[in-house]
Structure formats: structure tokens, C-alpha cells
């Protein structure tokens, strides 16, 4: 039986982009994941990223900040190379996928593009920890100054 790919309410997009976005997050994940040993197929990537765009609100589960939706296949390499991170930036807000744990698994949650940079690898207890160090550290230097 075929499965639905319906986009989420928060995602403005057609059913057809939509589709196309989920296949090719998947293959690159699925690629990228190889390399560190997943076994996944590119059909449990699209199915696994699609139910957790449906589990999104359209909202950073870490920052609290909207996510926009009208970015999803909107970045352009090219550009970027060109733009450098002045482009980046516009895309901060761009919903993309994130692996909930630092294992090469089809258990993935969708984030902003500026926190799955800035979570890298880091496992969700990691991040937040380093994130509560940055904000202790810049704090006990503002007390201090």
C-alpha cells in the first residue's frame, strides 16, 4: 500500500514539493548515515522524517522559535558559495531534519537549521548542557563587568 506524504498544517506547501523535499532529505541523510554505519533504507528515512514533521508544531523544540516553512527547498548551493554566510543566515528559520540521538538511526525530530548547526553531533542531554554553560559562563561575565 502506498503511504501518503500530506505535508503537516504548519508547512506551506504543496503535496508534490513536499514529497519531493522528504525524498531528498532522506537519500542525503541516508548517505551521510552510511558512511557511519546506518542500515536504513531511504523508504523508512522518508516515512520516519514525515511522522516527525507531523509530531512538529512548526516550532524549535529547543529555542521556542517559529520555523519557516516557505524555506523548505528554497536554498541554493550555488548561492551559498557564492553568498558565503551572509546567505546561510537567511536560513536560519528553515525547518530541517536532526537525528534526537547521535546515532546513525531513523529516529529523527525537526528543528531550525541554526540549531541542528549549532547541535551538531551532540546528543539532546549534550547540547543543552553546553547551552546552559554558554549561558552561565556570558552570565557570571556580564555580573562581573
Not at 522559535?65 to 551559498?80: F, K, T
Request: with cysteine.
Amino acid at each position: 500500500m502506498a503511504t501518503s506524504y500530506d505535508p503537516p498544517g504548519w508547512v506551506k506547501s504543496s503535496s508534490d514539493s513536499y514529497k519531493r523535499w522528504l525524498n531528498r532529505k532522506a537519500n542525503s541523510l541516508m548517505q551521510r548515515d552510511r558512511k557511519r554505519g546506518g542500515t536504513y533504507r531511504v523508504k523508512e528515512a522518508m516515512d520516519a522524517i514525515h511522522e516527525a514533521m507531523h509530531r512538529s508544531d512548526g516550532i524549535d523544540p529547543y529555542d521556542g522559535q517559529a520555523m519557516d516553512s516557505e524555506l523548505l527547498g528554497v536554498y541554493e548551493n550555488a548561492r551559498s558559495k557564492e553568498l558565503d554566510a551572509a546567505y546561510r543566515r537567511e536560513f536560519y528559520r528553515l525547518p530541517t531534519v536532526g537525528h534526537r540521538n547521535a546515532e546513525p538511526v531513523c529516529d529523527f525530530q525537526i528543528v531550525s537549521w541554526q540549531t541542528n548547526d549549532a547541535k551538531g553531533d551532540m546528543s539532546a542531554e549534550d547540547y543543552l548542557a553546553h547551552c546552559l554553560a554558554v549561558v552561565k559562563h556570558h552570565s557570571l561575565q556580564a555580573v562581573a563587568d
